[in-house]
């Protein structure tokens, strides 16, 4: 869980300006190569879900990206806990994959 809830706080720092662009930035962090389009297709319909799920207040942002306050305070100025806790849940999917874990 830490290590997800690191990569999606540098997928939001470092990642870039859209999901797009930050969903290729996560995958390739963890799979070393593009997402294809299903994949891509996929992942954001994941992080479009989670997000909504979040702001509806399913459960509190900070229970899935930490509860941290240095987190909090790292958290880039233009990303919300939601987004946060969005991307954590995708990099843990990510960082879950057969692919990522095997390397073949």
Do not use: H
Not at 77 to 90: C, H, I, Y
Request: proline residues 4%; negative net charge.
């Amino acid at each position: 869980m830490e290590a997800a809830q690191a990569l999606a706080l540098k997928t939001l720092r470092e990642g870039g300006a859209s999901d797009n662009e930050r969903l290729t930035y996560a995958f390739r962090r963890c799979l070393t190569r593009l997402p294809d389009q299903g994949e891509r297709e996929e992942l954001l319909n994941l992080l479009a879900r989670q997000e909504g799920r979040l702001a509806e207040g399913w459960v509190n942002p900070w229970d899935i990206a930490g509860f941290d306050q240095k987190l909090r305070s790292n958290l880039p100025g233009d990303a919300t806990p939601v987004q946060l806790a969005a991307w954590t849940t995708v990099a843990r999917v990510l960082l879950n994959l057969d692919e990522t874990i095997t390397k073949e």
